[in-house]
């Protein structure tokens, strides 16, 4: 069937269960993907190319082993329906350039940013290009202080971080345990924990996919983690 307007298909991504809302990023984790959902009704196949500084993409959300994702190739659409799996890149520049954007608690987002182009071949060799943006971000880095060291103990290497297009979390790692009232190493170990999992639904919530967080610890902050 030949395509004639811009309208005639979409590329969507898939929805977060926790907002109802899309997924507008994915974080550079190596182990998370986003589905794009395909919709061209009277269309059987369509082609898609990514830059490879970009990502690529794969017919599966998880790659399996010998599997190998691409930066172009061709989707089979069924009913005009198909889907390909988005997944962002293993590793950004430290020269590439950042963009952004806030999310809640008056907190900045550091991401990047690509376009997959699609394309529908119609009859008569009349083809129609459709532009993805596709965005992703840095691992959020925790930086975990030793004995007798405060969250100031990582500012300098925070700042640098930052500066690189990272997101990163300082804590005073002083909490006590409930049952013996001591500051022991397993206190600590549940309050790291806590602020994992806090920083994952908040950027959960802000719609970044994402499924693990990196450590940089120091010393007691290596037991804790």
């Given amino acids: 069937k030949d395509i004639t307007t811009p309208q005639a ?20 984790d190596g182990a998370g993907s986003l589905k794009i959902l395909i919709s061209a009704p009277g269309v059987s196949s369509v082609s898609y190319y990514l830059k490879g500084e970009n990502g690529s993409l794969s017919k599966n959300p998880a790659l399996k082993f010998n599997e ?5 190739g061709e989707i089979t659409l069924i009913n005009g329906k198909g889907e390909i799996y988005y997944h962002p890149p293993y590793s950004i520049s430290e020269e590439r350039q950042y963009t952004t954007g806030s999310i809640p608690g008056g907190r900045t987002l550091r991401f990047y940013s690509g376009d997959i182009t699609f394309t529908i071949a119609g009859a008569g060799g009349n083809k129609q290009e459709y532009k993805k943006e596709v965005k992703f971000c840095r691992v959020p880095v925790f930086l975990i202080h030793g004995f007798t060291g405060d969250k100031s103990t990582w500012e300098e ?4 971080l930052n500066q690189k297009g990272f997101m990163t979390n300082r804590e005073n790692y002083y909490a006590v345990n409930e ?38 610890c120091h010393s007691l902050g290596g037991l804790m983690a």
């Fill in 9 to 28: 298909a979409t590329f969507d991504m898939e929805v977060n269960p926790s907002t109802n809302q899309k997924w507008e990023y994915a974080s550079c």
């Fill in 68 to 72: 190998q994702s691409s930066e172009k």
């Fill in 157 to 160: 290497l925070g700042k640098m």
């Fill in 179 to 216: 049952l013996t009232g001591s500051m022991d190493i397993a206190a600590q170990a549940f309050f790291l924990g806590d602020k994992i999992n806090e920083e994952l639904k908040v950027l959960q919530n802000a719609n970044v996919k994402l499924s693990k967080v990196d450590l940089v």
